[in-house]
DNA sequence: GGCTCCTCCTTGAACTTTAAACAAATGGCT
DNA sequence: AGCCATTTGTTTAAAGTTCAAGGAGGAGCC
């Protein structure tokens, strides 16, 4: 991320040209952006694990499922709408059984296949922490910025994820550009 | 996040209102935040860890002390610089330490400060992955935005990561409002 | 000096995440 | 049926993070 004074322009037949630095202002934006997306992400965390007694990621595990038909999601499924992989959900769902939020159950079609289901348990802890969680994300993000922010930011943010997800063909593989 | 059905408002004089559910529109909003928050931490840690051999996270440790006087700084100030614990920075220095990256040096003003200082060799690998790390996050970021967007992207997480800053009196005490 | 409070940093235990390896079931394909 | 590649989900160990507790030095005050 930091240019080294002045490195001189490699052999044109080299893969590594001069390296694209970014400007001063580009900086500027991308360390508000590593900062912002840290501290917020901090935040809702500990807010979260005091009010909820789970990170982040566990709250919108349970989420996902309230929303889900039949309040259960295959676990690939969940995984891939929560972004997180296969190995680190296997974890979580094995920790938010343990409180009692989730439960698992076969799939009757596919015997390798596992649902997770969100208990009535897990459903109240989502129903009181909740509005907690919704004002804490107002305070911090949606109260500071003006509709045309917001809106902004919706645009951005998404053309950001669309390029990496692994669903869109070519983003891992450099090669073909 | 999820607003059950229809929940009657609360009695006035609870501290509890209805809560400020967000919009549909404010909802995707902050979905693709998430998302793009965690897709793109997710990617760069990758890329980082397979490059550099270590988290995005102690990179920017690296990167902060690079950029400081003499390659040094306080524990404390790094902390504070990079938006981490002390603790979390303490265990952090351990391992950039152990791979022989940073080197620890007591503050001779004051017997309880340590100084963390980029080594040599921390330098170098600095160096020779950073041309690697700038390429991934045009890739991943400043190709696909416009100049405008770019600009927004700065101004509104700037906004949001003063709202959360501990310096920032008055974020802490949500009773002044 | 002695007292108290605060700051600086570390530690250890509990918890979460990652990466790699794995078993089991599925889905072609012959 | 038999075979092989893929998919599904879990497991293990190592690495990273958090939280609460604590040692030690500094700073103000009597």
Do not use: N
Not at 143 to 152: A, C, F, G, N
């Amino acid at each position: 991320m930091k240019a080294p004074s002045s490195a001189p322009p490699q052999s044109p037949t080299e893969e590594a040209q001069e390296p694209r630095w970014l400007t001063d202002e580009e900086q500027r934006v991308w360390r508000s952006f590593m900062e912002g997306a840290t501290l917020l992400d901090d935040h809702l965390d500990r807010q979260l694990q005091r009010d909820a007694g789970m990170p982040h990621v566990y709250y919108g595990l349970l989420v996902k499922l309230a929303e889900a038909p039949r309040r259960r999601l295959r676990m690939t499924e969940l995984a891939m709408l929560a972004k997180i992989t296969r190995s680190r959900l296997s974890h979580a769902i094995a920790r938010l059984e343990k409180s009692g939020w989730v439960r698992r159950e076969d799939c009757p079609d596919d015997k390798r296949g596992q649902f997770a289901v969100l208990t009535d348990q897990g459903y109240e802890v989502l129903r009181q922490t909740a509005p907690g969680h919704v004002e804490a994300v107002r305070q911090a993000v949606f109260d500071r910025l003006t509709p045309q922010q917001q809106k902004s930011l919706g645009e951005i943010m998404r053309i950001i994820a669309e390029g990496l997800q692994p669903t869109e063909a070519g983003a891992d593989l450099p090669w073909l550009r």
